[in-house]
């Protein structure tokens, strides 16, 4: 409860959004970009990005600034765990993720 996680790729590049809460309870999304490092195992830096809503007519993309705040490691047991280690700031932390299966059979690739 309280933070949630998407992952999509493109080619070998997993894409990562992930909302949560900052340590003073105010919400944050966070992004991540991870590449493969090893079997099974994809890695990258954590970003906050800034700036105006994609949808602002018009869109100046000059105003769109990221910051690396961290770092994500996500290790696949199979195709619908991973275990997501990561370190913001000072926060270091691992979770075990189960991908929502909302019809069978899920993920079938390994």
């Not at 890695?43 to 007519?57: E, K, N, R």
């Not at 869109?59 to 199979?78: K, R, S, W, Y």
Request: negative net charge.
């Amino acid at each position: 409860s309280g933070w949630g996680m998407y992952i999509t790729h493109q080619g070998d590049t997993l894409f990562v959004t992930w909302y949560t809460y900052a340590l003073d309870g105010r919400p944050m999304w966070l992004i991540a970009l991870a590449r493969p490092t090893a079997a099974n195992v994809y890695a990258g830096p954590i970003s906050t990005v800034t700036g105006p809503p994609f949808g602002a007519a018009p869109f100046d993309p000059a105003q769109v600034a990221e910051t690396i705040v961290g770092h994500a490691q996500l290790t696949f047991v199979d195709g619908n765990r991973v275990t997501f280690s990561y370190t913001v700031g000072d926060v270091a932390q691992t979770k075990q993720i189960t991908r929502q299966v909302f019809a069978p059979p899920g993920t079938i690739c390994d």
